[in-house]
């Protein structure tokens, strides 16, 4: 039973993981867009979204920059 317990959590961790990544390339795409088409505010609110919801992922750490990048424009 442990052997499938395991295998279950794996597979449970690797569908989170996956819908992470799904996430925040949907997220910060979106947010590039708004940079490019000038509408910073609209591209803050997807930054904000990767941050709050996937805080220690790499692409939190990229959205907090992009963030620093944009408070330096304004």
Avoid at 5 to 31: F, G, H, Q, V, Y
Avoid at 51 to 62: L, W
Wanted: net charge positive.
């Amino acid at each position: 039973v442990s052997a499938i317990a395991a295998i279950a959590t794996a597979a449970t961790e690797e569908a989170k993981a996956r819908k992470m990544a799904a996430d925040c390339r949907s997220w910060m795409r979106l947010a590039d867009n708004f940079i490019a088409n000038q509408k910073p505010g609209d591209a803050h609110r997807y930054l904000v979204r990767i941050i709050e919801t996937y805080p220690d992922s790499e692409a939190a750490a990229k959205a907090r920059r992009m963030l620093e990048e944009l408070r330096k424009k304004r």
